[in-house]
């Protein structure tokens, strides 16, 4: 008796067809298994740090891009387009100035799109 399983192999879901559920995973040459194993992983720890840097807009849009400058006015893509602190709801950046983001974004995006949220409904209370 045949049956399915899905695994998850990076950002990709594989269908496994196996003809003896638990026993095909035993029944394997191990030295065969490794090395496919490895290059899985490889690879897709070198596709993780090759990612680019992705940030999340209030409205959910997603934008990838290779590189992201920030500072307290806002944010700027390698297209050039800008985003102030109020429009953005997170990012991950390919680089160490995670940290630093993260405390504009806390500091100077929470409480500006607090008043960009209230004009816009017109509570003046």
């Known amino acids: 008796m045949s049956s399915c399983r899905f695994c998850l192999l990076g950002p990709f879901f594989v269908l496994i067809a196996v003809s003896r559920p638990v026993q095909w995973l035993q029944d394997a040459d191990r030295e065969t298994i490794r090395p496919a194993i490895s290059?899985?992983?490889d690879?897709?720890?070198?596709?993780?740090?090759q990612q680019a840097s992705r940030l999340v807009l209030r409205d959910l849009t997603i934008i990838e891009t290779d590189s992201l400058k920030f500072d307290n006015d806002g944010?700027?893509?390698?297209?050039?387009n800008s985003y102030g602190w109020d429009q953005i709801h997170s990012a991950v950046l390919n680089d160490d100035r995670q940290a630093e983001?993260?405390?504009?974004?806390?500091?100077?995006?929470?409480p500006q799109f607090r008043v960009r949220h209230r004009?816009?409904?017109?509570?003046?209370?």
């Open 43 to 49: 690879v897709y720890a070198v596709r993780n740090q």
């Open 75 to 80: 944010v700027v893509d390698a297209n050039g």
């Open 39 to 41: 290059i899985l992983t």
């Open 101 to 110: 983001f993260d405390r504009l974004l806390r500091e100077l995006g929470i």
């Open 119 to 125: 004009l816009a409904n017109q509570d003046w209370n």
